[in-house]
């Protein structure tokens, strides 16, 4: 690592494979930030236990599928600025966690609009750490912080929109913590991406593993055209002669960010629009688009699976629980858990 590098730390939780959504949301940005900052990124496995707890199967298995997505996508953590990392294997952070929870009114999380979203969506038996990640998530940010007396550096975390709130409760833990003890954390910056939220195939807003609608960044070529051309398209139209609308069209928003070629995709629009191209052209040139697009991807996956993705994991780990436990003693010297009185 290096001192001077600005550090970034961002995670995801391990329910399933990753899809063409955390590509354009998260993903595609964090490979370019490997570049320039000291990188953390978290496989938040105990954050996926909020909502998972009675399916731990579901969470170990993508733990694997997450890493060779990671790996797949161009992230690379050969790079000595680059930290794959494991929630749960730093139990410092579920210590931070519970000491930042103290100066956290709970009313902070009740009024948390991510927060109420999805326990609206889960309805009744909500637990107890579901409705107190964002402090477990403020941990995970952090543990990472460099010491105030030593540098003001905040640290960078890209989300997408919906993580927001949290970013804004870890700075007011920030704040309240500072003035209770003494300076310990520096605040975090969200790093918002170009596309928060991608279109489901099915024209929901939102590709969600739960509604059926995604296109995985592991699904291979048939799976892959099946999806496309099951894709909703303009509902009014029903013959390839009718005039279609190509705002907000799943097919087109995907075409647009997908397919390199703008003069094919210009030109089948404005032949969408006059009624003179079918769906049928129009998802066909998606899927070589899509297709062409995952190539790479798929590539590096195949070398990947003949690696030991585990040592990444590790090795990433090791280096992180380094800095959590420094910024940990920080912590417990800061609320005078390290006893002075009695040395
Ligand atoms: N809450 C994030 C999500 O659901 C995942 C996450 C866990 C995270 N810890 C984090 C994101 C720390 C940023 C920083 O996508």
Same mark, same amino acid.
């Given at each position: 690592m290096s001192e001077n590098m600005k550090r970034v730390l961002t995670g995801i939780r391990p329910t399933g494979p990753l899809h063409l959504g955390h590509y354009v949301g998260a993903l595609k940005q964090w490979v370019l930030l490997q570049d320039e900052y000291e990188c953390f990124f978290m496989i938040a496995d105990v954050q996926a236990l909020t909502t998972h707890a009675g399916n731990p199967k579901v969470i170990e298995e993508s733990v694997r599928d997450v890493l060779l997505d990671f790996l797949a996508v161009?992230?690379?953590?050969?790079?000595?600025?680059v930290h794959f990392i494991l929630?749960?294997? !730093?139990p410092e952070l579920a210590e931070l966690t519970v000491y930042l929870s103290m100066v956290t009114p709970f009313t902070w999380m009740q009024s948390n609009p991510t927060i109420q979203q999805e326990s609206k969506a889960l309805?009744?038996?909500?637990s107890t750490g579901f409705m107190c990640y964002p402090v477990s998530q403020a941990a995970d940010i952090l543990f990472?912080?460099?010491d105030p007396t030593e540098s003001k550096e905040e640290i960078l975390v890209p989300v997408g929109e919906d993580q927001v709130p949290h970013l804004r409760d870890t700075n007011s833990i920030v704040s309240a913590f500072n003035r209770t003890y003494s300076p310990t954390f520096n605040e975090c910056k969200p790093l918002l991406g170009d596309y928060p939220r991608l279109v489901g195939?099915?024209?929901?807003?939102k590709m969600s593993k739960s509604l059926g609608n995604c296109i995985n960044l592991g699904d291979d070529e048939k799976t892959v055209e099946k999806m496309v051309k099951g894709m909703f398209t303009d509902?009014?139209? !029903?013959?390839?002669?009718d005039p279609g609308t190509v705002e907000g069209n799943p097919v087109f928003i995907y075409h647009d960010i997908f397919n390199p070629d703008k003069k094919e995709v210009c030109d089948l629009k404005k032949r969408y629009k006059d009624g003179t191209v079918g769906d049928v052209e129009v998802k066909e040139k998606l899927n070589v688009a899509i297709q062409s697009f995952l190539k790479p991807i798929r590539e590096r996956r195949k070398h990947a699976e003949?690696?030991?993705?585990k040592k990444f994991l590790e090795d990433g780990t090791d280096f992180a629980r380094g800095l959590a436990v420094k910024t940990l003693s920080r912590t417990r010297k800061a609320m005078h858990l390290d006893y002075p009185s009695l040395k």
């Open positions: 161009g992230l690379d953590p050969t790079k000595p600025n929630q749960s294997a !730093i309805g009744k038996g909500i990472v912080s460099p195939t099915d024209g929901q807003l509902p009014n139209r !029903i013959h390839p002669n003949k690696m030991d993705i």
